[in-house]
């Protein structure tokens, strides 16, 4: 039988943060898309990113703009007012995932790995109260959903999809970590990872970035188990 160890009070105020951040996020990205589609029923559109929607607002501010009426631009400046709160207030979580990240010596060894980041670090130290708890790598990076399902039978091996099961917070932020590994090894060059360059030759870029989320999973999971600290592969300390 399993059990599930218990976190402590900081822990689970980190997991907290983390959720609730989350959440705003998912509501400014509802927002968002509401300004959007409203103004596109009157003709008004803008390119795809952080600053059209700074231009939408801005033609909702402009009251010599006749192309939208008094009713629907009342709606959409409030939409306006509820999306910078919405950012002012992830600002805020930022900063203090940043000051949790710096209170934690566990948190702060575990930044040094390629693709994961303050936000990664945090989320792993809140969500895994005793990292002894897998038996090894693989069982941490199985919990997570970064794992072929196995289909196995009479000695032969068959592996299907990733099992996405586990935690899809900590999933998401794993490839996204990995994402980034690939997008900076594409700009500066992946002489110095043999093992991702291969990967790239012979796979498409998500699935190279799920290999590369379960190594950075398994590589997470060994320096919390073992307390140790990062440590740069032979190809690239040469």
Known sequence: ????????????????????????????????????????????????????????????????????????????????????TLKAKILEFDRLIMAWHRSSETSRRLDDIPGVGPALATALVASIADPNAFRSGRDFSAWIGVVPKQNSSGGKDRLGSISKRGDRYLRGLFVAGALAVIRYAKIYGTKHRPWLTALLARRPTKVAAIALANKIARMAWAMMAKGERYKEPVALAV
């Open 1 to 84: 039988m399993r059990f599930v160890a218990t976190k402590t009070p900081g822990q689970q105020s980190c997991l907290t943060l983390h959720r609730t951040r989350h959440l705003f996020i998912r509501q400014q990205t509802s927002v968002i898309n509401a300004i959007r589609a409203h103004l596109a029923e009157f003709g008004i559109v803008a390119p795809v990113g952080r600053h059209g929607v700074e231009q939408l607002l801005q033609v909702v501010a402009d009251k010599s703009d006749k192309r939208l009426p008094e009713v629907a631009r009342t709606c959409v400046a409030a939409l306006g007012v509820q999306l910078q």
